[in-house]
């Protein structure tokens, strides 16, 4: 797709993921030295990660860029903005959206600038979110989905456009709605689960069947899940029992696991 597919206003900058390929940085360096870009990290709490952190990229004098943008996303991943705003205050908004609370006491770094993570958390938005989140971006443009839509091979150009409500600016550590908390967490979980399906060459809806039931039977540490996963894995046709005996996770799976490993015999 070409940017002139690409409906709406040309876009002025692009937020480029960098921690989500690290090789971007190089390709950036050797093919636009003369493009304008600034580390997002500079002068905030992740200063020391700078060099490791996303680039907001001038696009208006570099067109040559901005189609490969759109030509060849996977090689450019990120967002890309179109904003009438000064590029300072464009950048001081990037920054605040960097940290947010989840709950009274947590806070978080909030990689909304990777296209997975976007595909989820905006999701999460209403149209006051939005306007609040969006702030001096009137349109928002990226090439991705969820991890499920990446497991099918069903990625595509996703566009968000400001709804431009009045709402208050956005807070320094804003705190995250429960359902923005829940995409994020779907995030997380299906993530998870496109991994271990390409380690071990397992289908990912079938793995994702297999997370599922794990989490329903209360496997919700990480470790004990990824155990769960393994020892489904041994024993596809096995049926859970309605309840476990232990007083921890780990005791009721092994508790599983061993009357499993009875039923085998």
């Not at 067109?63 to 060849?72: F, R």
């Amino acid at each position: 797709m070409s940017a002139a597919d690409m409906s709406g206003s040309v876009p002025r900058w692009l937020l480029l993921d960098v921690p989500g390929a690290p090789a971007a940085a190089r390709r950036l360096q050797e093919q636009f030295a003369e493009t304008r870009s600034v580390a997002l990290f500079e002068g905030t709490e992740f200063h020391e990660l700078r060099e490791q952190g996303p680039l907001l990229v001038d696009l208006q004098h570099s067109p040559a860029l901005t189609s490969l943008c759109h030509l060849d996303a996977g090689s450019w991943p990120g967002l890309l903005l179109v904003s009438a705003s000064p590029a300072a205050q464009l950048l001081a908004h990037l920054r605040r959206m960097l940290t947010v609370t989840l709950g009274l006491h947590h806070k978080a770094l909030l990689n909304y600038y990777n296209p997975h993570t976007a595909s989820y958390f905006f999701d999460g938005c209403d149209p006051g979110e939005l306007s609040c989140w969006l702030g001096p971006i009137s349109l928002l443009r990226w090439f991705g989905g969820t991890w499920a839509d990446r497991a099918i091979g069903s990625q595509g150009w996703q566009q968000l456009s400001n709804p431009g409500l009045t709402v208050a600016r956005l807070e320094n550590e804003h705190s995250l709605s429960d359902r923005q908390q829940r995409q994020l967490q779907q995030c997380l979980l299906e993530r998870h689960a496109w991994q271990w399906s390409r380690s071990i060459g397992r289908d990912y809806r079938l793995l994702w069947s297999d997370l599922q039931q794990g989490l329903k039977l209360g496997f919700t540490e990480r470790p004990v899940l990824d155990d769960w996963l393994w020892l489904r894995l041994q024993y596809p046709h096995a049926r859970p029992v309605p309840e476990l005996i232990g007083a921890s996770q780990r005791e009721r799976l092994d508790y599983l696991r061993q009357l499993w490993q009875n039923n085998q015999g």
